[in-house]
């Protein structure tokens, strides 16, 4: 199975801020890549997918890049309602999908 | 709007057995793939299952393969998981999702069911 790996697994950060969370499969995984936000005792909600296609409705301060094995989502300027967990998603070997352990973005 | 409503859900004996659903409403339901998602208590998602739109492509993960069994019925507009023998560590939050035209990350999720395992 394909293992994802996200960094890192938690940290803290102020509004205004730009951040960078990363995601590294264990092979290649072309552009098959998808990343969600997650607030507590919600469902996840779709963000990016096929590595940097912004979802419809989701602000652009998000963004998606990478290919093969590395993969970057920013937030360009964090706004409050950003804190959460973000997880990535790799749909490559189709369609047995695996998620990475997620991050938790919190308030400084 | 764009909907899915899980249900089925709640308390049962190791060994046991339950079946969600989850109701589709606000597109063509048998138009898509879908797939069952499960979160423990505190803990990352795990896909679940997988079904084609036709219902004629099914999928499982190891954990599952063999005790659960998911079946969708397009005239109703829903989606089922049979969880047969079932253990401790099925006890989650079970999501079903959409997966998005042309591509497959999950574009619409359910609000979830709590699926405990206790004796």
């Known amino acids: 199975a394909i293992r994802m790996t996200q960094s890192p697994s938690s940290f803290s950060a102020s509004t205004g801020d730009r951040v960078t969370i990363t995601c590294r499969a264990s092979q290649g995984i072309s552009s098959y890549l998808a990343w969600y936000q997650q607030k507590p005792g919600k469902a996840p909600k779709l963000l990016i997918y096929a590595a940097s296609t912004l979802q419809s409705g989701v602000p652009s301060r998000f963004s998606g890049s990478g290919s093969g094995t590395d993969f970057t989502l920013t937030i360009s300027c964090l706004q409050s309602e950003d804190f959460a967990t973000y997880y990535c998603q790799q749909y490559y070997s189709y369609p047995m999908y695996t998620f990475g352990q997620g991050t938790k973005l919190e308030i400084k | 709007q764009v909907q899915l409503v899980e249900s089925g859900g709640g308390l049962v004996k190791p060994g046991g057995s339950l079946r969600l659903s989850c109701a589709a409403s606000?597109?063509?339901?048998?138009?898509?793939?879908m797939s069952w998602i499960r979160q423990a208590p505190g803990k990352g998602l795990e896909w679940v299952s997988y079904i084609s739109s036709s219902g004629s492509t099914i999928y499982y993960a190891d954990s599952v393969k063999g005790r659960f069994t998911i079946s969708r019925d397009n005239a109703k507009n829903s989606l089922y998981l049979q969880m047969n023998s079932l253990r401790a560590e099925d006890t989650a939050v079970y999501y079903c999702?959409?997966?998005?035209?042309?591509?497959?990350?999950?574009?619409?999720w359910g609000q979830g069911t709590m699926v405990t395992v206790s004796s």
């Open positions: 999702a959409r997966s998005i035209a042309n591509d497959d990350a999950f574009d619409i």
């Open positions: 606000g597109f063509t339901f048998s138009d898509y793939y």
